[in-house]
């Protein structure tokens, strides 16, 4: 039976027998294997006889996958307590080193990287990162569990654009060269699939908010997409969205939910991926080497971590945030790009200088204006504002978007009236308005936000293993 390396060398215990399965990261003086199976960031060191068949050592190269059997022994070299002194080498996948695009570039940029994403799982960076990765998604899910919450699964396919900004992937079997038409020239949707024009959503708050009116307190964790043409570090055409919907919260309560469930997960995950985080922080620790002086954050990954769990999140209106940059040298200097005035959205280059550069810590803001927000975001006495809550994350920006819903049906018609959002075929979620509404809330956190700021990658296309944007779908 196979045993993970993992477990060996956690265990340290010596003179027993195992067999081991990895690919081989290096094979020194035709006697040191260094063998990785992805369970853990280190490899292992197994030792091969002098006289082990010819044929065999030949083909221990890098890349390939062997299966040893062998014996723990205490190690006498640097570096390893114990290692496997192997008796029986199998090959079980050849590598031609000729061949291997890893073996063929000295120290791989990340860019190459995601031109074979199909082999970068191979690199301690991406084994470290899709490991710190599931670890982020089982916090999640203990977080929720832990705390009574229901997981739902919201549909993929929808007819609703629950954010309402016409960013959607259509999803159609209407054959596309020649789709049947209406007499006015417009697509004949009944003819479709599913006898409408339907989309793969973009969120799943508005069906969460079903489930919330009956069960309280639920989260989805599902994939979102967006058709949105950015093409920044930050954005992703397919990302997974977590969202937790509940019953009786309010803003205040929303808030708090956020901050205790943010900095669950990067506790859970400094507690049980130590290794990969600090091999991921010296990563990171080389690439800021590489910027100018004032350009290089202040704190190590671990460090921006601990600091993240053991301080409050910052807690600003977006009034007092535009104060705050309309005061700011950066705006004096005429350093943003974007204009600055009340009214406005936050743009990443303000978001970046509130977090990064005024309060260095994750910032909440609250109560922007209604006309940049979502239809279903409750309206705030002042009639100008709504009860949204962003959280703004440093090296991030926004990470976590969600508001106290409006759950009094005649301001929620109206609101989408002015948003001409069609209130009929909407009947279903203005239901919950009509039988028993009562006040609620919630929030999106992107999940390659969190894993991008707690790995300390700098791209998002980094963090997840197939990344999906604009004239990109490969592998
Ligand atoms: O702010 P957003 O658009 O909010 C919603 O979708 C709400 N329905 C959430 C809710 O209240 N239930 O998106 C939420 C989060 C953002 O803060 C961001 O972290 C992430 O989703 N996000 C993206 N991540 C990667 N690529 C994109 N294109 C993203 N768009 C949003
Ligand atoms: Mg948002």
Redesign the pocket.
Known sequence: MRTKIKDILLSEKTDYAVNIKGWVRSFRNNQFIALNDGSCMASIQAVIGLDTDEAIVKKITNGACLSIDGVVKASLGKGQKVEVVAEKVTILGECDPEQFPLQLKNRPSLEYLREIAHLRFRTNTFGAVFRVRHTLAYAIHKFFNDRGFVYLHTPIITASD??G?GEMFRVSTLPADNPPKNEDGSINYTEDFFGRCTNLT?????E?ELGAMALSDVY?FGP?F?A?N?NTA????E?W?I???VAFNDIVDNMNLAEDFIKYVIKYAMDNNREDLEFLSQRLAEEEKQKPMNERSEMGLMEKLEFVVNNSFERITYTDAINILLDSPAYKKKKFQYEVKWGIDLQSEHERYLVEKHFKKPVIVTGYPKDIK?F?MRMNDDGKTVAAM??LAPG?G??????QREERLDMLTRRMEEMHIPTEEMYWYLDTRRFGACPHA?????????VLFVSGMTN?RDVIPFPRTPKNAEF
């Not at 926004?398 to 508001?403: A, D, K, M, N, P």
Request: hydrophobic share 45%.
């Open positions: 629950a954010e900004a973009v969120s799943g708050q508005l969460a989805t979102t967006r949105e950015s930050r954005h992703l055409a990302f969205m969202e937790p919907e979502a279903y962003d959280i991030i926004e990470i976590v978007g969600g508001s919630g929030f999106g956190l992107g999940f390659e936000r969190l998002i």
